[in-house]
């Protein structure tokens, strides 16, 4: 089982804010006789990401058993490479240009089959629960993954706190709408806002996490400030960012890519090595950072949700 | 000419020295091979572009020395797709005949990128001046035409291989689109005109 209670991260483990800055200026003089390819393997990220600094630390985040023992992502591949298509479709693009975007005041409507609807202040919400810091492997539906110490809650806490009724089977998220701070909403490259959705259980499972943080402070804009999804057994896009509503539905919601292509983005979207994207092989990935591509894990190597989907055929639900 | 080409040339080559800089440098982002195959296969289809511009270009102006420039600017998409296709084969797949080969039979956008460079191939062979005698202008004229074959093929790939945003694809395809609707339109003006222009 790769994902395990309470392994300890060694501090030894984990690179130094401080020291990664600095290889990058040492990597940036010691140029010399390396071989193309090797300094290709070993660069870090682009400089134009939002310094480790800008982001608040969080307090009293706790580490949690859901913890994969995996060497994790810089912070500045973390938060200088991803893809957030409000800001633009190059994946430098949401370092450079989500900056624009406002992330207080900030409310989070809770609507749908549910006993307690309302617009809840993001400050608010967040005392209600304790804060851990959990580190997941994320795996992008383009076949390149990261390993990511996120912090936040279970979604299962909030669900639960907001009693979701008898008719609510799934949950649907929606992204912040705001073509004024967001560019890439001014083309219909997808149909915004932004839309995602959870299967109830899915939602419920104590994987999911509501994250608010990332390397122990808050989230940049770039990676979904302030509140976002994170389902690591789902390829990427599922965990979608800077969401300002969750809605409990009686019936599959709509989710942004699959209206985009439903061919190529199914509804579940589960890491899957044996269901190919139709274009592209997603047998393998290639972490950033490494040079050889890596085997692609069942469900991301998150094996205990495989009963979330006993006796479905996955390779009719992708 | 006897500045526009050197100009030119190093314009074409700009772009592969600052790539090779920032290889060496850590300045090519948390996937470098991605950005690697990204940035040669633009220049690739840019090559492309400019190449199939030279002659409309020339009979629009009447500047008939431009056309000192096609072989070039030919020679530099080959250049490109050839780095290209290996940083593909090397960096990027590290020689996995068995996962190339997949992508070759199973995946369209990679057949179509390989056509275009597989296209490329002989025209690349029979760019030199002793080949040109040798097939004879008329023959070696009519092979040249792969190149509108390479250009639609190229076009096609990166068109298939984005997810949603077509902006690029769709800028490179109407560019093609146009250099090959001049051709056409010269191609029947001539027939109904049996002057030479």
Known sequence: ?318 | MRYVKPLVFAAMLAPLVWLVARAFTGGLGANPIDRITDETGTMALRSIVLTLAVTPFRRVTGWNEVIRLRRMLGLFAFTYASLHFLTYIVLDQFFDWTAISGDLTKRPFIMAGFTAFVVMVPLAVTSTAGWIRRLGGRAWQRLHRLTYVAAIAAVVHYWWLVKADITFPRRYAIAIGALLAFRAWHAIRRRQSPAPL
């Open chain 1, 1 to 318: 089982m790769l994902v395990r209670q309470a392994p300890d991260i060694r501090t030894a483990d984990i690179t130094d804010e401080r020291h990664y800055v600095n290889r990058r200026a040492w990597l940036r003089t010691a140029v010399g006789g390396a071989l193309a390819t090797a300094a290709v393997a070993a660069v870090p990220g682009s400089p134009l990401v939002t310094p480790v600094s800008a982001q608040a630390a969080l307090p009293n985040v706790k580490k949690s058993g859901y913890t994969v023992d995996e060497k994790w992502n810089s912070y500045e591949d973390i938060t200088g490479y991803n893809n957030f298509y409000e800001f633009g479709t190059d994946k430098e693009d949401p370092a450079r240009y989500a900056g624009k975007m406002t992330t207080r005041p900030w409310t989070v409507k809770i609507d749908g089959a549910c006993a307690k609807p309302a617009d809840y202040n993001i400050d608010d919400m967040l005392k209600w629960f304790p804060l851990e810091e959990r580190v997941y492997r994320f795996r992008c539906v383009e076949a390149w993954s990261m390993v990511i110490p996120w912090v936040g809650f279970p979604l299962a806490d909030l669900v639960k706190r907001v009693e979701p009724t008898g008719k609510a089977k799934y949950v649907q998220f929606t992204t912040l709408m705001r073509p004024t701070e967001m560019f890439g909403q001014r083309d219909p490259v997808l149909q915004w806002p932004y839309t995602e959705g959870l299967r109830l259980d899915e939602a419920l499972h104590p994987l999911t996490l509501l994250a608010v943080g990332v390397y122990g402070k808050t989230l940049p804009n770039q990676n979904g400030a302030p509140l976002r999804l994170v389902v690591p057994w789902k390829y990427g896009f599922k965990s979608i960012k800077s969401i300002v509503r969750i809605r409990f539905t009686e019936s599959q919601p709509a989710t942004a890519w699959n209206q985009s292509n439903a061919r190529e983005y199914g509804f579940y979207s589960n890491v899957n090595p044996e269901v190919d994207h139709p274009r592209w092989t997603q047998s393998r990935e290639r972490r950033i950072g490494e040079f050889f591509r890596r085997k692609t894990l069942m469900f991301n190597g998150y094996d205990q949700v495989a009963s979330l989907y006993a006796g479905m055929d996955l390779k009719k639900h992708y």
